[in-house]
């Protein structure tokens, strides 16, 4: 009889094996309110994923079909965030350098606050962007993407930041397209003296290369106005961050947009937040906002200065927006598809079916809150978003409160293991104790 019991038992696990492996999707999120500005989506619906990718989107997707089911009644899920302003390139030891010291490693600032990708914005130039694949990107979960440096030494600070010898259109170019598949833009930044070199040759690349510029305008000099940048110098699909900072004439009077970033809209240039330590007032963004002059995109600008002040992380920046009255679906949009586009990533940014499932599921929490900017004056707001989920291609990379996670006693007294690889990404099996 015991070995009748034991071969039963054996055939009734295969079969569950076996429905599991015909699944018609590896996971399920079921009920929350999905938020696709892409796909013109802003309502509860159900999100299927298999392989990866998002399989279905619907009022109501049948959860028998499902390896995995998690219930997000009440969250919102949104694509992965896209962040299209970071400083991730570290570890080299250089102190005082946006490659070495001043930046962070990327997997310890994205998924717990819902980015799923990021684009470091001139950590390297074509001297060392190699350095900065092998070190950063081939080993980050986060997709790390790149806007390479037309300093060929990258954002290592002065005096080679400040080398007109070293800005070479035709090396730059020759790298981003030796890499076209990680190097999205050309950057220039923190350039100080009088001449437009450092914004010709970043443009010269891109036309080479096809990709967009960005700029940080540096020091503010009357030989090289922001009127002529974005009315003359800037193609369309380039971009200007720090668009709030008000160090470059961003504001001409006291709540009055300078007439040149209206100038710059119409031509087609892009405008990004990029926030930073030390490039977002509220003495500028509010009466920028109440003009109706919004981002294009928001990001973050993080580096250890930056994430320890006024900024913090991607998503206190977006609350910031709801703060300023922002609506959540624009948030959204701003921190979504309007940077794939701008980064020409459209395969990210959306749920499309067949996209890859990047996904945040997050929550809005209320409450009597502040917001600071770059010199410490606070905006109170009421409204915060927090990261729930964050899935990386299907799998699971980050949960804050276990929801992809069973209950501890609902499992056999020896467990080991609570998830699947076809989901799951968090918690692998643990090693079995070694005996004594």
């Not at 019991?5 to 079969?15: E, K, Y």
């Not at 499902?66 to 009644?73: E, G, Q």
């Not at 002529?228 to 001409?252: A, M, N, Q």
């Not at 240039?269 to 294009?296: M, Y």
Request: aromatic share 6%; hydrophobic share 40%; charged share 25%.
């Amino acid at each position: 009889m015991k070995s009748i019991a034991v071969a039963a038992l054996i055939c009734f696990i295969a079969l569950i094996a076996d429905a599991s492996a015909q699944a018609q999707y590896d996971l399920l999120l079921q009920g929350g309110h999905v938020i696709d500005p892409k796909n013109g989506i802003n309502a509860v619906r159900d999100v299927a994923i298999r392989d990866g990718k998002v399989a279905a989107v619907a009022d109501r997707i049948d959860p028998s079909g499902a390896v995995k089911v998690v219930d997000i009644k009440g969250l919102y899920l949104t694509p992965g965030l896209i962040d299209i302003h970071v400083h991730v390139y570290t570890g080299t030891g250089e102190r005082g350098s946006y490659a070495g010291d001043n930046s962070v490693y990327p997997d310890g600032f994205s998924f717990r606050i819902g980015v799923t990708t990021v684009v470091d914005v001139g950590g390297a130039g074509w001297r060392n962007f190699e350095d900065f694949k092998q070190r950063i990107i081939d080993r980050a979960k986060t997709r790390v993407l790149a806007m390479i440096n037309i300093v060929g030494h990258g954002m290592r600070g002065n005096p080679l930041e400040q080398d007109l010898s070293d800005m070479q259109a035709k090396p730059t170019a020759e790298m981003a397209l030796r890499h076209r598949d990680l190097i999205v833009g050309v950057k220039t930044a923190h350039y100080a003296g009088p001449e437009w070199a450092p914004v010709e040759q970043a443009v010269e690349a891109g036309n080479i290369a096809n990709i967009p510029v960005m700029v940080d305008f540096g020091a503010n000099r009357p030989e090289r106005p922001i009127t002529e940048l974005l009315t003359r110098k800037l193609r369309p699909g380039d971009i200007y961050t720090h668009v709030y900072s008000g160090l470059r004439d961003e504001l001409v009077a006291p709540g009055r947009v300078n007439p040149a970033l209206w100038e710059g809209r119409k031509r087609g240039v892009i405008f990004d937040v990029g926030h930073g330590g030390g490039s977002f007032t509220w003495r500028v963004a509010i009466p920028a906002l109440k003009e109706d002059f919004l981002p294009d995109s928001i990001s973050t600008d993080l580096h250890i200065g930056s994430m320890n002040s006024g900024m913090k992380d991607m998503l206190n920046v977006m609350s910031k927006f709801l703060a300023m009255g922002m609506p959540l679906e624009e948030v959204i949009l701003r921190s979504t598809w309007n940077p794939a586009r701008e980064i020409k990533r459209e395969q990210l940014g959306h749920l499309s079916v067949g996209a890859p499932a990047d996904i945040s599921v997050l929550q809005l929490q209320q409450g009597q809150l502040g917001f600071v900017d770059m010199y410490g004056a606070r905006l109170r707001g009421k409204q915060k978003l927090i990261c729930e989920l964050t899935l990386r291609n299907g799998k699971v990379a980050y949960d804050l409160n276990g929801i992809t996670r069973p209950d501890w006693d609902t499992l056999p007294k020896d467990y080991r293991a609570t998830g699947d690889a076809r989901w799951d990404a968090i918690n692998p099996a643990a090693p079995s104790p070694k005996p004594r």
